[in-house]
C-alpha cells in the first residue's frame, strides 16, 4: 500500500523569506500523480501544485515549485517570497494512475509565517 | 470558474435530527466526493460518485447517505449522528480519475 509521510508537523519562516516543506512517499508504481495542497484557517482546501510521475521536470507555479526526486521518492515544496497569506496547513498528496479516485494524504505541515 | 459550493456553512444538530448537506459544481466535472476532516488532519474520503453512481463507500456508518441527483449535485443525508460525527465536512470534485480534486469550503458540523 502507498504511504505518504510529512516529517515536519510544524515549520516557521520569516516574511519575505524561502521555506521548504517536506514529503516522502513509498509506491511501487510507476504512473502515479502528486499534490501539494493548502488549508488555511479559514478552511477551504486550494490546490497548490501538481506532479506528474512520468515528468523529469519539476512543477512551478509562481512562488511555488517542487523538487520531486522519483528515485528518493521525495515530492518538496519549495515557497519563495513568504507572505502572511501562505500561513496555512500543507498537505501532501499522492494518487495513483490506476486511481479508485482515492487520494493518499500525508499529516500535514503547519507553516508560520513571522511578520 | 473551478468553484465547489457548500451548504450550509454551519449545522448544529440534535442526535435524533435529519438533515442534508448540499454540494454543486459547475465545472463539468464527472466525480464528486465527500471527506470528514477533523481539526489539523487530512480529510478522510466517505464516498465518490463517478458519473452519477456510487464508486466507493469507505465502510461508512449508515447514519451518512449520500445521493447524487445529477451530474452537478451531491447530497450527504444525516440521520441519529453521534457527538464524534462532529467535524469539517467537504465536498470535492474532479474532471476524472486522475485528475486534480477542487474543494468545497466545507460544511462545519456540530452534533449535540
Known amino acids: 500500500a502507498q504511504t505518504v509521510t510529512q516529517s515536519q508537523p510544524e515549520m516557521s519562516v520569516q516574511e519575505a523569506e524561502t521555506v521548504t516543506l517536506s514529503c516522502t512517499y513509498d509506491t511501487s508504481e510507476s504512473d502515479y500523480y502528486l499534490f501539494w495542497y493548502k488549508q488555511p484557517p479559514s478552511r477551504q482546501m486550494i490546490l497548490v501544485i501538481r506532479q506528474e510521475a512520468y515528468k523529469q521536470q519539476n512543477a512551478t507555479e509562481n512562488r511555488f515549485s517542487v523538487n520531486f526526486q522519483k528515485a528518493a521518492k521525495s515530492f518538496s515544496l519549495k515557497i519563495s517570497d513568504s507572505q502572511l497569506g501562505d500561513a496555512a496547513m500543507y498537505f501532501c498528496?499522492?494518487?495513483?494512475?490506476?486511481?479508485?479516485?482515492?487520494?493518499?494524504w500525508g499529516a500535514g505541515t503547519k507553516l508560520i509565517i513571522k511578520p | 470558474d473551478t468553484e465547489v459550493t457548500q451548504t450550509p456553512k454551519h449545522l448544529v444538530m440534535g442526535m435524533t435530527n435529519k438533515k442534508s448537506l448540499k454540494c454543486e459544481q459547475h465545472m463539468g466535472h464527472r466525480a464528486m466526493y465527500w471527506y470528514k476532516q477533523k481539526a489539523k488532519k487530512p480529510p478522510e474520503l466517505m464516498f465518490v460518485y463517478s458519473y452519477e453512481k456510487l464508486s466507493i463507500n469507505e465502510s461508512v456508518p449508515s447514519r451518512f447517505s449520500p445521493e447524487c441527483p445529477n451530474s452537478s449535485l451531491l447530497n450527504l443525508h444525516l440521520h441519529a449522528l453521534q457527538p464524534e460525527d462532529s467535524a469539517l465536512y467537504l465536498c470535492a470534485s474532479s474532471q476524472d480519475r486522475v485528475d486534480e480534486q477542487y474543494f468545497g469550503p466545507g460544511t462545519r458540523l456540530t452534533v449535540t
Open positions: 498528496a499522492y494518487l495513483s494512475g490506476g486511481s479508485n479516485y482515492q487520494l493518499i
